[in-house]
């Protein structure tokens, strides 16, 4: 059962890096968006974690100043028995000093431990904020030039000939217009040829009656 479950997970995954994959290859910047928002994550993940190893720490160091006064505490109080004659309590008081002093080495080392951890962390952090941010404009350089690109792409797709088309658009545009202009002016001219007539008729006979 296990055999076939962690077959179907394999499956799973690889059809997923199949579609990833080809969806790369069609539009690289939406792959590099989902590459990019899977590193916010895993940065978040990070910051969560240097949250916890800071309190970790602070948790450390109250338990080792607990321990540390609670020694010194029972040092007094053992002191105190002595004088009194109270053997028992003095012992027990001696004891107690003895577990708080070992508690309050141990809580000291795993606060040195933890606070140079923490630091490692907060390092790589930093280091993965900076990449990350770096990331961020690259992709924006990335679009960029990609719309760039595109946009030759497209200009080139308007003007350019091509070898299939004797003409490209904007060749065509051209003679459409000079078409479209051509008959425009002629029908201009035929709607005003009656009109231009019938004032030279007029003028000769003006002319005749003088």
Do not use: C, W
Request: hydrophobic share 35%; no cysteine.
């Amino acid at each position: 059962m296990t055999n076939i479950f962690t077959r179907i997970k394999e499956s799973i995954v690889s059809d997923l890096h199949y579609a990833l994959d080809q969806k790369e290859q069609k539009n690289p910047i939406a792959a590099l968006n989902h590459y990019l928002r899977q590193s916010e994550q895993e940065k978040e993940k990070v910051r969560q974690l240097v949250e916890r190893q800071y309190k970790l720490k602070e948790e450390f160091f109250k338990e080792y100043q607990l321990a540390k006064n609670l020694a010194e505490k029972r040092t007094k109080q053992a002191e105190i028995a002595e004088q009194a004659g109270e053997e028992q309590l003095h012992e027990f008081a001696l004891r107690e000093h003895q577990e708080y002093i070992a508690r309050a080495e141990r809580m000291k080392a795993s606060y040195d431990e933890a606070a140079e951890a923490l630091e490692v962390l907060e390092q790589k952090y930093e280091n993965m904020k900076h990449k990350l941010k770096d990331m961020h404009l690259r992709r924006m350089e990335l679009m960029g030039r990609e719309n760039v690109a595109r946009a030759n792409h497209q200009i080139n797709r308007v003007i350019d000939e091509s070898s299939d088309k004797p003409f490209s658009k904007f060749t065509e545009m051209e003679r459409y217009i000079e078409g479209l202009e051509h008959r425009v002016n002629n029908s201009y001219y035929r709607s005003t040829f009656d009109h231009k007539i019938a004032k030279l008729e007029k003028k000769m006979d003006a002319k005749e009656q003088f």
